[in-house]
């Protein structure tokens, strides 16, 4: 299989195959990430401190998830999480359904914050559904990681470069895993951070209506 390069819209994107995913997952979960989701990736690491992730809004997201894990004997769910909670970060909180064993996950939240600078709000789509609209270079990456998440219970945090289109540069994101009562991995808790963010040209504004539709944002 070929790496990924620079990120994107791509002409001859295709959806990644469960086998793709899988093999990528395992990078993630065996740490081997040497160039394997070309230079669109900057950083990926494992968290188990939260003064590790350089966001203040992550840091309190990946706080309130580690109070939910000891209140809830390890296995903290969607329905455990109050918003009210984490106000400092509810914007840029997305909560996302498992699905086929986290080959997939579905948007139920799509934070606001997250949304304006995405161009677009997503919630009730599927990952796989965005991948197939933005057509991204780094569709791999996006289903490798819930995967990852899926399989080893940890918690994940990735930066990426956006596409040209979006007002956001980058994006610094934090996936947890949520918990189904027998100990299955559910769902996923996630902050998203824009970084970097400059208005758009009129040029990217309409190459960003002409994938997203509607309005874009500046």
């Excluded at 900057?42 to 939910?68: C, H, I, N, S």
């Excluded at 914007?91 to 161009?119: C, M």
């Excluded at 990456?141 to 995967?147: G, I, K, L, T, V």
Aim: aromatic share 10%; glycine share 10%; proline share 4%.
């Amino acid at each position: 299989m070929s790496k990924l390069d620079a990120p994107g819209t791509e002409a001859s994107w295709r959806e990644p195959t469960d086998d793709e995913i899988e093999e990528a997952a395992g990078w993630i979960v065996s740490g081997d990430l040497s160039g394997r989701f070309g230079h669109g990736l900057t950083e990926m690491f494992v968290v188990d401190d939260g003064r590790q992730l350089p966001e203040a809004k992550l840091q309190v997201l990946y706080a309130y998830w580690q109070e939910l894990f000891a209140k809830h004997d390890g296995r903290p769910s969607r329905e455990h999480v109050d918003v009210l909670a984490i106000l400092p970060a509810a914007g840029n909180v997305l909560l996302l359904d498992s699905l086929r064993d986290g080959f997939d996950a579905r948007y139920r939240v799509y934070g606001s914050g997250i949304a304006n600078y995405a161009g677009r709000d997503w919630t009730g789509a599927t990952v796989s559904e965005m991948n197939a609209v933005t057509r991204t270079s780094l569709s791999l990456m996006y289903r490798a990681c819930y995967r990852a998440v899926y399989r080893a219970r940890f918690a994940l945090f990735t930066q990426h470069v956006s596409p040209s289109w979006l007002s956001a540069r980058s994006w610094r994101r934090l996936i947890l895993p949520l918990f189904a009562g027998d100990g299955a991995c559910s769902g996923f808790l996630v902050g998203n951070i824009p970084v970097d963010v400059r208005p758009l040209d009129d040029t990217q504004q309409a190459l960003q209506k002409s994938i997203l539709g509607g309005t874009a944002k500046a």
